[in-house]
């Protein structure tokens, strides 16, 4: 699990990274809001951000909007000593997940960080209104399903289990196929077809190796 923290605080930084190390986390920390603001544009998302509002430079806020543009479903939590109601509504109305005031308990961090992780995620949302369920296996436009069939849809299933990876060409093969023989019909016809359904292309190639998704393709 890869955690991005975002707080200025080095007493309180100190005791969320112990904190998070002991639970085998991985921790990016920042205590400026320019400099978390760049790494979330050049970098790949991490499982979940906390992040202070009141950062230098850059305050929380907008981290938390340019997170949003990037996944709309990443789980993020404000933290601050704030007791201006506007902070804790503009929190809500830009995206977070979940809001704590200073000073708090690591116990109760651990909680909502709990119930967090354990909602279903199983709806993933991309910009331009798709959607796509992997329990169901079923794609959704402007929440109107696109009928597909059974191999495009496992194509999708692994692509959206991995939504910020890069997914090799042998993996799609044997999970799509399921071991079948394959050589009638190879995958880049299966994704060429599967674009021709799509209201518009979120599928990116990665030549050489695989597949990925465009999460801003529209």
Not at 71 to 97: L, Q
Not at 109 to 120: A, F, H
Not at 140 to 147: G, R, V
Not at 178 to 184: I, Y
């Amino acid at each position: 699990m890869e955690v991005f923290l975002a707080e200025d605080n080095y007493q309180l930084s100190k005791a969320l990274i112990t904190f998070f190390n002991m639970k085998s986390f991985s921790v990016t920390h920042f205590d400026d809001g320019e400099d978390a603001f760049d790494n979330i544009l050049t970098n790949r998302l991490k499982d979940v951000y906390i992040i202070d509002i009141n950062l230098p430079n850059i305050n929380g806020l907008e981290l938390v909007k340019q997170i949003r543009r990037l996944d709309k479903n990443v789980p993020i939590i404000m933290i601050t000593a704030s007791v201006d109601i506007d902070d804790f509504e503009h929190a809500y109305d830009f995206g977070c997940s979940d809001y704590i005031k200073k000073p708090f308990n690591l116990k109760e961090l651990d909680i909502r960080l709990t119930k967090l992780l354990k909602k279903d995620r199983s709806v993933i949302e991309l910009s331009g209104g798709i959607k796509f369920d992997i329990e169901l296996k079923k794609l959704f436009f402007n929440d109107k399903e696109i009928e597909l069939r059974k191999k495009e849809l496992r194509f999708l299933t692994l692509l959206f289990s991995n939504q910020k990876q890069k997914v090799l060409t042998e993996e799609f093969e044997e999970f799509v196929w399921e071991g079948e023989l394959k050589e009638s019909y190879p995958l880049r016809q299966l994704v060429n077809g599967l674009r021709r359904k799509l209201p518009f292309d979120f599928i990116k190639t990665e030549i050489g190796i695989g597949y990925s998704i465009n999460e801003n393709c529209r």
